[in-house]
């Protein structure tokens, strides 16, 4: 019989833990999935989480306007933005971050988070799986079956594997759209959020708010209760009852008491297979049209949080921590018409992505504070890549991954902190450098989950979930 206990690193007569779970997942020795994941967990790091919110700046804040000002360095290249304190002694923030500055005490700033895929869709792959794409840089927009599986879609793999399908909330949703969505009609689908080649029952659970004129609808820049309703995005149903798919046009409330009526009356949805059928319940379950009706927090909190839809947002993916959702990826891409992707100017930058972004990322960071889930939660700030070092007249900066700043917050890791540093230009990191498959590594490690597990592909082969990375343990301070 097979047993593994004891050293983290080895098992049996000393065999290396990743031998055994590979040889394992090949059926070598006869173990299962969740045979596999319990003996993995025998010597798996003990939780610092339980649950991740991971806010993707796409398109690539700056690092000199953010987290990493030089106010030495020549004029072309520290920007017009003036560097204000912040309660971390050896922190310097971009002057229209001031909110975030005021709380440095509850999170950690990485200064030298450093790839080389220079690409926005090759990057937001990158850093929401911790795998570098297989496709070349400026090589497409699409995700596909060969993609890696995100951080999320592991999550819920590893939580599917290990309580079966018992679970009343899903382990891994995405919010307010799909990366790419909110882009001009649509055109740009971006890889990273999903599930790649681990298979289309663990892609997450997908809102969805239909862009509008910013022009005649004024709901994009202000939410209001009237105008704002997180849908979930398009669920196709099997032939026999394709009449009950959900609609993208009517409100989130009218869908799921339309549904759930229609549902109790026929025996038409026991023809669905049962992850199908899991998904249809748990659109349609209490609980998960409870957690996405926003309208239910008060009008303070939504304030707070800012009538904006990355303000929104943000809320919601507090509400659904708190309902039971382990991993909420939300997207600030392209929202409310701007985004990150700076080449010509930094007026937008300016004027509503860093205002925006300082309002609901403090306000988040002190509401899970307050209510006392900042320490279970894991919380993420970061873009797919930074900008170049020299800016143009106008203040624009083009794209540059070799250096960018990540926050990085609970989940045990003290706050008022910096890691890394990089050199004088903010160009390259000078000690300590963090690469996607290490952040991935620090995010599994938070949940628990050892970096070195391998699943099963397509081909039933193992594969490591992360490869080559290694948890930043030192933001723990070991």
């Not at 850093?127 to 927009?141: A, E, M």
């Not at 509008?212 to 709901?219: A, E, M, Q, T, Y």
């Not at 991954?401 to 990540?406: G, K, Q, V």
């Amino acid at each position: 019989m097979l047993t593994i206990y004891g050293n983290p690193r080895t098992a049996c007569d000393g065999l290396p833990r990743r031998q055994i779970l590979s040889a394992g997942g090949m059926g070598l020795f006869g173990l299962s999935v969740p045979q596999l994941l319990a003996a993995e967990s025998v010597s798996q790091p003990t939780a610092r989480a339980k649950s991740v919110i991971f806010l993707m700046l796409f398109g690539g804040p700056s690092q000199l306007e953010t987290w990493d000002l030089k106010p030495n360095a020549p004029e072309q290249i520290r920007g017009p933005f003036k560097p204000i304190a912040s309660r971390t002694p050896e922190l310097l923030i971009g002057e229209h971050l001031p909110q975030m500055a005021a709380i440095s005490d509850k999170y950690c700033v990485i200064r030298t988070m450093s790839h080389s895929f220079n690409d926005h869709s090759g990057g937001g792959h990158y850093l929401q799986t911790g795998k570098r794409w297989h496709v070349p840089i400026g090589g497409g927009f699409a995700p596909t079956p060969r993609d890696w599986p995100s951080m999320g879609s592991v999550m819920e793999y590893h939580d599917q594997q290990t309580w079966g399908l018992t679970r009343t909330m899903p382990s891994y949703m995405v919010l307010p759209n799909s990366l790419g969505a909110l882009q001009e009609k649509g055109q740009y689908p971006r890889p990273g959020e999903h599930a790649g080649w681990l298979g289309p029952r663990y892609n997450p659970l997908t809102t969805s708010i239909q862009k509008r004129s910013l022009d005649d609808n004024p709901f994009w820049r202000n939410c209001t209760d009237e105008e704002l309703t997180f849908q979930i995005s398009d669920l196709r149903s099997a032939d026999d009852v394709s009449e009950t798919r959900l609609s993208r046009r009517r409100s989130l409330l009218e869908q799921f008491d339309r549904e759930r009526q229609r549902l109790e009356a026929s025996g038409a949805a026991l023809g669905f297979d049962a992850f199908r059928q899991r998904a249809f319940s748990l659109m349609t379950s209490t609980q998960t049209r409870n957690a996405l009706n926003i309208r239910e927090e008060p009008a303070a909190i939504r304030d707070r949080y800012g009538r904006h839809l990355f303000g929104q947002s943000a809320l919601m993916a507090r509400r659904l921590v708190e309902a039971g959702v382990r991993y909420v990826t939300v997207h600030y891409d392209c929202v409310d018409g701007y985004s990150w992707d700076s080449h010509r100017n930094s007026n937008d930058v300016q004027r509503h992505l860093l205002p925006t972004f300082d309002q609901a990322c403090s306000a988040l960071l002190t509401d899970l504070d307050e209510r006392g889930l900042l320490d279970e939660t894991l919380v993420i700030a970061t873009g797919e890549m930074g900008r170049t070092p020299k800016a143009n007249a106008e203040w624009g900066r083009d794209h540059w991954s070799t250096l960018f700043s990540s926050v990085i917050a609970g989940g045990g890791i003290p706050g008022g902190q910096c890691y890394g540093s990089s050199d004088k230009d903010a160009a390259y990191p000078r000690e300590a450098v963090v690469r996607p498959e290490d952040l991935a590594a620090t995010v599994y490690h938070a949940l628990g989950i050892d970096p070195e597990l391998r699943i099963p592909n397509a081909e039933n082969r193992p594969i490591s979930i992360v490869d080559g990375g290694s948890p930043v343990t030192a933001l723990w301070g070991s």
